[in-house]
């Protein structure tokens, strides 16, 4: 008899916590430069106060990029004043707005935010600009994985690479998590997406997101496919994050007049090659671009021209965003270490709370 009768006050007592006790403390994901068993999850105090213009939201999900992996190794420190924890997108709901705020977002309005970090914790802090409504048909474990490769792949394609309809681009790394945006964003452009990816299965994946061919990189050099796919013209425009080991293969696979966005080093960093006498004979335009590092004015821009044009396609279904896996928060080890064993498709996401179904309960404090 005694046990059930304690069983049962500790569990009233543990959902009077639950449901009525001041959060002060909360759970992020602590690391020291290293692999990835060096992440773990530890408390720290929450923020009493909110910055000016700031929102403090509870995140339900955040999603790892590759830059998470480079800072967890100490080589891509946060820009100066930025949170020191990993995370550059979350979703989840506003939950205490700062002084000076617009009346654009109230408590417990469901959100998504492009951070400069912070976002691998149960609560991030983010300047109002820089969050985005979550598109209704969406729930907020799934959204945590739009706001970095989104805004990324939007960013390269018409802030930076200028897209124009009929515009053929080559998108590598096809079925990473901003090149399955890419895709469907060129398309939606009334462009053509080529893709390149390791695998088959990859390549599967982008032509099923609307790549009109994929090349395997494995399989020997893409350009002469590439210039085959394009009777020999080239491409308008090259996204490309891999850098040094495909940049010969990038000069021969460009149009006379070509775009070439270079986003990411994942195939290193350094050439010894004539390289500036190719650029110059097809006039290419090298284009060099980051993210986290953009003024919060340019950043604001950029949200604001995506949630006009590219939020309401996803309301509609016309643009779907490509998961792996969803995994607990405190898997993040594990998270990281499939990034790095380059197995993923799409995104892989941390959920860090659980969604209530009923829209009743989901915005209370769990
Ligand atoms: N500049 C920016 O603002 C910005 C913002 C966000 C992301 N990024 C960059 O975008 C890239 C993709 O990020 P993500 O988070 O979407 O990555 P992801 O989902 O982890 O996908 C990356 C994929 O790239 C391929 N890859 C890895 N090393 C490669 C190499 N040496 N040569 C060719 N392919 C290689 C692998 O697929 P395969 O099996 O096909 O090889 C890997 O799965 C990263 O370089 C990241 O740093 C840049
Ligand atoms: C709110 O904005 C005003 C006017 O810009 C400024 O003087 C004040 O310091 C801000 N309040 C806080 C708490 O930052
Ligand atoms: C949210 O979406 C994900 C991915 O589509 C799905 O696996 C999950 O069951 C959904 N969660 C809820 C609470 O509906
Ligand atoms: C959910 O919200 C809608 C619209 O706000 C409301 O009509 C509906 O009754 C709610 N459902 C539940 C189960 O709370």
Not at 336 to 357: A, F, W, Y
Request: net charge neutral.
């Amino acid at each position: 008899m005694r046990v059930p009768v304690l069983f049962r006050v500790l569990s009233l007592v543990h959902s009077i916590n639950q449901g009525m006790a001041i959060r002060t403390m909360y759970r992020y994901a602590y690391f020291e430069p290293g692999g990835p068993e060096k992440l773990e999850i530890r408390s720290q105090e929450l923020p009493t106060t909110v910055k000016d213009k700031h929102v403090l939201i509870k995140v339900f999900s955040t999603a790892v990029n590759r830059a998470d992996t480079l800072q967890r190794k100490g080589f891509y420190p946060p820009p100066p004043g930025e949170s020191e924890i990993l995370g550059l997108e979350a979703a989840g709901v506003v939950d205490k707005l700062g002084p000076n705020c617009s009346d654009r977002w109230k408590k417990g309005d469901r959100v998504m935010a492009l951070l400069a970090g912070g976002g691998y914790a149960e609560y991030a802090t983010v300047h109002e600009d820089l969050l985005l409504n979550v598109p209704s048909n969406l729930n907020l474990t799934e959204a945590g994985g739009i706001p970095e490769v989104w805004l990324t792949a939007y960013q390269l394609l018409f802030f930076v690479g200028n897209v124009q309809p009929g515009d053929i681009v080559l998108i590598h790394a096809g079925a990473s998590g901003v090149g399955t945006a890419a895709i469907q964003l060129t398309r939606h452009a009334g462009a053509t997406p080529l893709i390149t990816a390791g695998s088959s299965a990859k390549i599967q994946t982008a032509l099923d997101l609307g790549a009109s061919k994929g090349f395997n990189y494995k399989d020997g050099d893409f350009s002469k496919a590439v210039l085959e796919a394009t009777n020999g013209r080239g491409v308008d425009v090259i996204l490309d994050c891999v850098g040094a080991s495909f940049y010969e293969q990038n000069i021969d696979s460009i149009a006379t007049d070509g775009r070439w966005v270079l986003y990411g080093l994942m195939g290193g960093g350094s050439i010894n090659a004539d390289i500036f006498s190719k650029l110059l004979r097809k006039r290419v335009s090298l284009l060099a671009t980051l993210l986290r590092s953009r003024s919060r004015e340019y950043k604001k821009k950029l949200i604001n021209s995506f949630t006009e044009q590219i939020l309401p396609l996803f309301e509609r279904g016309e643009l779907k965003l490509t998961i792996d896996r969803i995994l607990p928060f405190d898997k993040v080890a594990e998270a990281h270490k499939l990034m790095e064993s380059n197995t993923n498709t799409g995104k892989i996401i941390l959920k860090v709370h659980e969604e209530i179904q009923s829209n009743l309960t989901q915005h209370e404090e769990l």
